[in-house]
């Protein structure tokens, strides 16, 4: 696992959604790792793979707007998340992980509201 941490050795992870990075960060240092580099078990990392591909369905990316239910939409995917990091905890022993859930349907939402 290649990082920025001086430590050389990652044991705090992160699981958070993005657009086009996998969903695994270095919870010291912020890096994007790569998912085959942490010992997943095969179908968690299935799974935080399937889960990360569904980032942002709430959003019309053409006019940068909320999708009609995307606050719902991201509460899902969030709690999805959740659930994934917790199996991530329970699988993979001398890791600490934790979950950092979106908010940019919240942030889109914030702004819609502003501008009206």
């Not at 960060?25 to 935080?48: Q, T, V």
């Not at 889960?51 to 991201?74: A, F, H, I, N, S």
Request: hydrophobic share 40%.
């Amino acid at each position: 696992m290649l990082c920025q941490c001086e430590q050389g050795q990652i044991k705090r992870l992160t699981i958070e959604g993005d657009i086009g990075a996998d969903p695994v960060w270095c919870s010291d240092c912020g890096c994007n790792l790569e998912l085959e580099d942490i010992p997943f078990p095969a179908d968690l990392a299935a799974k935080l793979e399937a889960w990360v591909q569904t980032y942002g369905e709430w959003m019309d990316w053409e006019t940068e707007r909320l999708k009609p239910g995307g606050l719902e939409m991201e509460a899902a995917f969030n709690a999805k998340g959740q659930a994934l990091a917790e199996q991530a905890a329970e699988r993979l022993a001398g890791y600490t992980i934790t979950f950092l859930p979106s908010t940019s349907a919240l942030d889109y939402d914030k702004l819609d509201n502003q501008q009206e």
